[in-house]
């Protein structure tokens, strides 16, 4: 066993760490925080011009073929950071599907130009009546000639009104079962008949609702076969799991530590309140479980393997685990806890009081909580399917 | 990074497997009990090398033998044989007679006081009723003190061969001042490790027999495992297993490949093995319903030794503290 990354991973570390120490500033941060929205084009073209978009992905798409170490050290640093990569996320889940269903001219137009950072997309899947279950959408997609015509809604369309694309899942054929009659298409969001309304939330991030109204669109923008969508979804998910490198809770920390070590309170150092301590310590262990789940799915990755159940453990237990933290650490903080950022004498400059916010959702986006638990009790343990 | 073990420690692993199959089946754990040793057992593991195995063995190796043992709530003192013996190795010549007798044929029992003595005297040391000799500090030495035990451990929650001993008598001073602490600090380091190991193999078996359970009960015309309230409950415990296991395995690798992290390793695997044996095992006991509370089934000799061996080390919270101090170093003033 060796539980390091390796040279090769360590040396790109120290780029990606250059790289954040020459583009990321409180400035991009502050930015983010008052507009909500987590995606920065300043740092999505400095990545895109170093090729770091799909760093990962083989020279003969441009990229720099590197391995699933040196893109865990990537994330890592990058999250460390705390660079809002919404916008890095949702395209490589779409990037990943087209290189793997797409047609040979999808790829031609859409894929240099996504893995250069010039647009990104947005994920259109969810709609008022149907989140987890995903399969249930309604938002229809009909056949007129070589084109479709798009009637629908869709909730909690992220990027929206940043993104050039929505990859949208949409009912062709009501005559079969919700799982046979879907079908994927990516819908330009300046099509006429779309409307972008935006959604704020508990965390300060904007998200959006988008209606689509007889929006027209070349049979060229489907993604797979018709009704064939459940499939491109498939894959679609397997990259949207799983996340390889440290989350949100280990920047939490170590901000939380850094303050605890230079504040003085009652004379003292909180850093030596023995409650600050065994909270502190306490979510050290999570975070050290959290790195271990996300490097584990990084080496199946590496072996060549999809992981599956291991995915769903890194994503159930990081989500989790961060609320508690965030909720241990604000407990932490006493009446100082409550301070948003921008407060006058908010502890972490409000960071543990904002994550306490955000933290809620992040037990719902990719995969619900409730959905990874099933896929470890069905798949990992071998449990009866639940009833749902 | 691998995450995998080689060749040569999976057929470790399956050895002890097969070893703790044969030799340690529920039946012989319960009539091991109140005491927790079976000297049968003993005899069969000085066969098999005996507390000679640990002195000179990668921690990671000895760490993935304890989880077999741990599964098996084998009623012998592995861990703290193994600790004993690598500790009496590192304490150089002034430990080798002591070594000597610890990994004899046959071996006598060698095990460490996990708190320093007060006023001579070390409390609840885990294999103190059935250790030939017991290491321990007393003020600032470290000694060895060899005298034989009265095999008797005081009731107790996890039938483990607790016991108060003396460090004072027939005694062999090991180190004194810095290197005494030092040589215990290391020592409490892998103790911890290697009993994480234990609780992971614990966990994992309560795991097992609590999944098989949900699997066969029917309640309702449907198997319980169906109902999504169970489900989730060992959903969650197979998470937290799995977490304690690729845990306490990289604090068992960092011992002999990453020194630094160690002591702050060391603890979070414990600390996480513990909380992870108490949290499976509590599961698959409640799963059983009625059934687990009777002390026919298996389960409740897990949920007692969950929480037991947990606690040889003292109070989790304190624990914390401990892991608090590896992480932020000590507090000036604080004791």
């Keep these: 066993m060796d539980f390091r990354l390796g040279p090769k991973s360590d040396a790109f570390r120290d780029e990606v760490r250059a790289f954040v120490a020459e583009h990321v500033d409180d400035d991009l941060l502050e930015r983010a925080n008052a507009t909500g929205t987590m995606h920065d ?24 073929g590197r391995d699933p170490y040196e893109m865990t050290a990537l994330k890592d640093e990058l999250r460390l950071a705390g660079v ?14 087209l290189r793997h269903v797409g047609t040979e001219e999808q790829k031609r137009r859409f894929l240099p130009p996504a893995l250069a950072g010039e647009y990104i997309f947005a994920l ?15 938002t229809r997609a009909t056949r007129d000639g070589d084109e479709w015509v798009i009637n629908g809604q869709k909730m909690f369309t992220t990027l929206a009104h940043e993104a050039r694309y929505v990859f949208l899942l949409a009912r062709t054929n009501v005559d079969v079962p919700k799982h046979k009659g879907l079908t994927m298409f990516i819908v330009p969001l300046d099509a006429p008949g779309v409307e972008i309304q935006p959604v704020h939330t508990l965390g300060g ?63 003292r150092p909180v850093i030596d309140d023995p409650l600050v301590r065994e909270r502190l310590a306490n979510t050290a262990i999570d975070n050290e479980i959290a790195k271990l789940f996300a490097y584990r799915v990084s080496w199946v990755a590496a072996e060549g393997g999809l992981p599956g159940v291991e995915g769903s453990m890194h994503k159930l237990w990081y989500a989790e685990r961060l609320n508690a933290a965030a909720s241990e650490l604000l407990d932490m903080l006493a009446d100082d806890g409550p301070l948003a950022p921008g407060a006058p004498g908010a502890p972490v400059d409000g960071l543990v009081e904002h994550t306490y916010r955000h933290a809620p959702v992040t037990t719902i986006y990719g995969g619900s909580s409730e959905v990874q638990r099933s896929i470890i009790a069905e798949r990992g343990l071998g449990l009866p399917r639940s009833r749902r | 990074m691998d995450l995998a073990l080689s060749d040569d420690q999976e057929r470790l692993v399956s050895v002890l497997q097969t070893f703790f199959a044969k030799e340690s089946p529920p039946d012989r754990v319960r009539d091991a009990e109140p005491l927790g040793f079976d000297p049968e057992l003993w005899s069969k593991f000085a066969e098999l090398g005996g507390p000679g195995i640990g002195p000179g063995a990668a921690v990671l190796d000895l760490e993935l033998i304890c989880e077999p043992f ?54 609840r040391v885990p294999a103190g009723a059935v250790a030939d000799i017991v290491v321990g500090l007393d003020g600032d ?71 098989a359970y949900a699997k066969s009960r029917h309640q309702f015309g449907v198997p319980i495992g169906s109902f999504q309230s169970i489900a989730r409950d060992l959903a969650d415990a197979a998470t937290a297993v799995d977490g304690a296991r690729l845990l306490a395995r990289e604090a068992a690798w960092a011992a002999d490949e990453a020194p630094a992290d160690l002591a702050a390793l060391a603890s979070m695997a414990f600390l996480f093995a513990g909380r992870t044996a108490q949290q499976a095992a509590g599961t698959a006991l409640h799963v059983h319903g ?46």
């Excluded at chain 2, 061969?161 to 215990?184: F, H, I, K, N, Q």
């Design chain 1, 205 to 267: 991030e904007r998200t959006n609702i988008t209606f689509y109204t007889d929006v027209r669109i070349p049979d060229t923008l489907r993604v797979g076969q018709v009704d064939g969508g459940w499939e491109v979804m498939t894959v679609a998910l397997t990259f949207e799991r799983g996340g390889t490198g440290l989350t949100e809770a280990h920047r939490l920390w170590q901000e939380t530590v850094a303050w605890a070590r230079a504040t003085m309170r009652d004379g």
């Design chain 1, 41 to 64: 084009w300043d740092v999505h073209h400095a990545l895109g011009s170093r090729g770091w978009i799909a760093a990962g992905w083989p020279v003969e798409y441009g990229c720099q």
């Design chain 1, 124 to 138: 259109g899947y969810s709609e008022p009546d149907s989140g987890s279950d995903v399969a249930a959408a309604k």
């Design chain 2, 141 to 211: 030495e470290l000694v060895a003190v060899t005298a034989p035990p009265d095999h008797r451990s005081p009731p107790n929650l996890g039938a483990t061969p607790m016991a108060d001993r003396s460090l004072r008598g027939s005694r062999r001073v090991l180190a004194t001042g810095w290197r005494a602490t030092e040589l215990a600090a290391r020592a409490a380091d892998e103790w911890r490790i290697l009993t994480a190991g234990a609780l992971v193999g614990l966990a994992g078996a309560a795991l097992d027999i609590g999944v």
């Design chain 2, 70 to 123: 741990g599964a098996a709530l084998a009623p012998l003192p592995l861990v703290d044989v193994l600790v004993c013996a690598r500790l009496l190795e590192a304490a150089g010549a002034d430990g080798a007679d002591v070594l000597r007798a610890a990994t004899g044929t046959p071996p006598l029992v060698a095990t460490i006081a996990l708190h320093p003595g007060v006023d001579g005297v070390v409390r």
């Design chain 2, 290 to 335: 009625g059934y687990g509370y009777m002390l026919e089934y298996d389960i409740q000799l897990y949920y007692r030794r969950a929480k037991a061996w947990t606690l040889a080390a003292g109070d989790p919270r304190r624990g914390v503290q401990h892991l608090a101090d590896a992480l932020f170093g000590p507090v000036e003033g604080a004791r």
């Design chain 1, 84 to 97: 809002p990569q919404d916008g890095i996320g949702n395209t490589m889940i779409v990037a990943n599907t």
